[in-house]
C-alpha cells in the first residue's frame, strides 16, 4: 500500500504562485509514475501533470509554461510549482501514484485546496 498526503494549498491573487508537496510513504517501491490531478466545482477530475520513474513529464495543456511537476527522491516526495495561477486553477489538487508491474493499481492523497482570488 502507498500512502500520499498533500500540502502547500491556499489562497492565492491571481499572478501568484504557490508550491504544492506530496509526500509518499508505505510500499513506495511499487511506484511506477506520480502526477497531480485537480477538481474544480461542478466539475470533473482532471490531469494536471505527470512525472514517470524515469523523469519524464507531462502538463496538461492548461498549465503548460506555468505549472512544473518535479520530485525529491531523497525526501519521497512530490511537487507542483504554480507559477502565473489564474481564477480558474481554482480546484482541490490530488496527488496520485501508479504501481504494479503487469496490472496497476491507482492511490490517491486527500487533496488540498488551492483558491486563486482577488
Known amino acids: 500500500q502507498v500512502q500520499l498526503v498533500e500540502s502547500g494549498g491556499g489562497l492565492v491573487q491571481p499572478g501568484g504562485s504557490l508550491r504544492l508537496s506530496c509526500a509518499a510513504s508505505?510500499?513506495?517501491?511499487?511506484?511506477?509514475?506520480m502526477g497531480w490531478y485537480r477538481q474544480a466545482p461542478g466539475k470533473e477530475r482532471e490531469l494536471v501533470a505527470v512525472?514517470?520513474?524515469?523523469?519524464?513529464?507531462y502538463h496538461a495543456d492548461s498549465v503548460k509554461g506555468r505549472f512544473t511537476i518535479s520530485r525529491d527522491n531523497a525526501k519521497n516526495t512530490l511537487y507542483l510549482q504554480m507559477n502565473s495561477l489564474k481564477p480558474e486553477d481554482t480546484a482541490v489538487y490530488y496527488c496520485?501514484?501508479?504501481?504494479?508491474?503487469?496490472?496497476?493499481?491507482?492511490?490517491w492523497g486527500q487533496g488540498t485546496q488551492v483558491t486563486v482570488s482577488s
Open positions: 496520485h501514484a501508479e504501481g504494479g508491474v503487469v496490472t496497476t493499481t491507482s492511490y
Open positions: 508505505g510500499s513506495i517501491f511499487s511506484i511506477n509514475a
Open positions: 512525472i514517470t520513474n524515469g523523469g519524464s513529464t
